[in-house]
């Protein structure tokens, strides 16, 4: 008889099933062991076993950094056999775990086991909640429950508004989500271009509190994705609770009740919400930047960004035109240059690309079958996954000041990262002097987004595509035009220039004594902790100014996520009806950020422009610490940073 247990089927297998053999014989012996704890309930298997493993480097994923760093020294094979035996015997005899919730102590000894990493009590903390192994590690203990006048609004249906609708749920808060389109899923609705992926690994692209072990490759294509948060909003029933095709107007703190009072319209009718609470989900990079050009329409062919594709273009034996480097243009180009006759990819500059050979790749049968099969093989993956997130000790792009005296580089650990990029550069372009001197980027490493490489490298040698250097100028009936002249006949256009750091600019946010959030954040944007600003009581902003860049979107979006709970939690226990970050306190924390921005390579940038700046040049994306820092961070509210009003 099979049965599950998070996501894992679970039933008895003949100790000669060949799947079984298979699976546990590629499987990481360090996660072969750790699964035989959960089974076994047996700790001492860490120190008599374990102790084979000590000083062998483990297997690590994690996005941007390739997976094989050298020859690693090898763990004693007797004990490897061993280990793969006894967890074939213990699959075979009863797959059913008797340790599912490791406690603290014994979670750190198979954490930092699983790793060879010592870890510090906050990133223990950390690992053990992104690793599926504990909820909201540093939530308060609720003693009251949600009125029923306290209701929240998550504006956006995309991945955070469904945390956040799960989370706010489970603390017995009312809520509602409006959702301009007609599903959720955001970001991964609305990309339908060609070869659209994610580009973090699958394993850590996953909630934390939703782990998938059925992902059918390394990182998804965006269908697939889309797939999974569907799955997710209909499996925790958020999907009741959305109103689609639903946009939000206007949001106006009423002072007199101490609510917000939200206009939409939908299907062409105004409707209007009166909430406690508001929750914008609408991430930062909703706005699609246009090339600033005049004459788009000049051009007589199909001319598309990539945020808004038609797949009714027809691309096959046409000559396309690519507008961009950026990851949604190597993804295109991939794509299109297997189907058009000509493609020809436009680079204003270039970007860090870096090496994943599982990049494309389906996942392994045998290790999907372990994922799918053996207790916590899932957990333990993801848990590899955010070794950077759990042990860097500063941020990659801030520069050692030490470093920079004696080499002219920003740091150890930077220099290491860029020289993979090079040395990646040098091995396929070696025979291409031109290509790789275009290629090359003449900037700080992390100043703009590093990029995976999805085949686009292999891609820029094939003969029919090119790479021109330039900028779009203007458009003509049948082809584009570059700042130095230079024409481009084409059928087809796709801009993929990204996304424009919108930070709510096409919603009028008014909050106490009339003031615009608009005229607040001119000339640019900012946040107490990337989430609330002061005169705008009980509303926060997810993927706020100043909160990225650390963690993929899925883990910031927990964290964020969580300090929203937790002040609301905090309004319950203390009957607050609004709770305002002061002027003083968001003013230390933006100045303070602001300081420590300075001495990173978002700032001192060189060359390279990107999306982490706004239009007036500040750098408005970045948080200059690590994860940890900002998960820490994010644990709990300091109620003395806030103005407060109590109901009457």
């Known amino acids: 008889m099979e049965s599950m247990h998070d996501g894992v089927h679970l039933k008895k297998y003949s100790i000669d099933d060949e799947r079984l053999q298979s699976a546990v014989a590629a499987l990481d012996p360090a996660i072969a062991l750790l699964a035989l704890v959960h089974l076994t309930g047996d700790r001492t298997l860490l120190r008599t076993l374990g102790a084979a493993f000590d000083g062998v480097p483990r297997a690590a994923q994690s996005s941007f950094s390739p997976r094989d760093l050298g020859p690693p020294k090898e763990v004693d094979a007797a004990v490897v056999k061993q280990i793969r035996e006894m ?68 504006l956006g249906g995309g991945m955070v508004g469904l945390i956040a609708a799960i989370k706010l749920k489970a603390a017995g808060f009312d809520y509602r989500i409006v959702e301009r389109n007609k599903s959720v899923g955001g970001t991964w609705y609305l990309n339908t271009y060609p070869n659209v992926a994610v580009d973090t690994p699958s394993v850590q692209y996953s909630l934390s509190f939703e782990q998938n072990a059925s992902w059918s490759k390394y990182y998804p294509r965006g269908a697939e994705y889309l797939a999974y948060l569907q799955m997710v909003a209909d499996k925790y029933q958020v999907t009741d609770n959305i109103d689609f095709n639903t946009e939000v107007q206007s949001c106006v703190w009423d002072e007199d009740r101490k609510l917000w009072t939200v206009t939409c319209v939908c299907d062409g009718e105004t409707k209007t919400y009166e909430a406690r609470a508001v929750i914008s989900a609408f991430g930062f990079l909703t706005k699609p930047s246009m ?151 003449d900037f700080p490493f992390f100043a703009k987004r590093p990029i995976l490489d999805c085949g686009y490298y292999d891609t820029l040698k094939r003969p029919n595509v090119d790479l021109v250097e330039g900028s779009l100028a203007r458009c003509e009936k049948d082809a584009v035009v570059l700042a130095d002249g230079t024409r481009i006949e084409a059928d087809v256009v ?77 309004m319950v226990e203390r009957d607050l009806v609004a709770l305002d970050v002061s002027e003083k306190a968001c003013t230390e924390y933006c100045q303070a950020i602001e300081q420590r921005l300075e001495d990173t390579v978002w700032v001192q940038k060189g060359t390279a422009h990107g999306y982490y700046r706004h239009e007036s040049g500040k750098v408005v994306l970045a948080y200059p610490g690590t994860n940890l820092e900002y998960w820490s961070a994010l644990r709990r509210p300091d109620l003395g940073d806030y103005d407060t009003i109590a109901r009457q």
């Open 87 to 154: 967890l074939i015997a213990q699959m075979a005899k009863d797959p059913h775990p008797l340790i599912t919730f490791p406690d603290r102590a014994l979670f750190q000894q198979m954490a930092e086991f699983c790793i060879g990493i010592p870890l510090g009590e906050q990133a223990v903390a950390m690992g053990r909640e992104q690793a599926g192994f504990s909820k909201d590690e540093g939530a308060a203990e609720a003693s009251r429950v949600p009125g029923p006048d306290f209701n929240v609004l998550i």
């Open 494 to 570: 796709a801009l993929a220039t990204g996304y424009s750091l919108a930070f709510l600019s096409n919603i009028d946010i008014t909050g106490r004594d009339g003031r615009s959030l608009e005229d607040v954040w001119n000339p640019y944007p900012f946040a107490y902790k990337g989430l609330e600003v002061p005169g705008f009581p009980n509303f926060f902003i997810t993927s706020g100014p100043n909160s990225g860049l650390t963690a993929s979107h899925t883990t910031l979006g927990e964290q964020q996520v969580h300090y929203v709970v937790e002040c609301l939690k905090a």
């Open 291 to 441: 090339p600033k050009v005049d004459d788009l329409d000049t051009f007589e062919g199909p001319l598309v960004h990539s945020g808004y594709w038609d797949d009714s273009i027809e691309v096959e034996g046409k000559k396309v035109v690519i507008v961009g480097t950026g990851a949604t243009s190597a993804q295109l180009a991939t794509n299109l240059s297997g189907r058009a006759s000509h493609v020809t990819v436009v680079q204003r500059q270039p970007n860090y690309m870096m090496p994943d050979e599982k990049t494309l790749k389906d996942v392994d049968a045998n290790e999907r079958w372990a994922l799918e099969h053996i207790p916590f093989v899932t957990q333990w993956s993801r848990f590899q996954s955010l070794v950077s997130m759990l042990t860097l000790p500063v941020s990659p792009g801030v520069i050692d000041k030490d470093y920079r005296e004696r080499t002219g580089g920003v740091s150890a650990l930077n220099e290491g990262a860029r020289q993979v990029s090079l040395n990646y550069i040098e091995s396929k372009f070696a025979d291409y002097p031109e290509l790789k001197r275009k290629v090359t980027p």
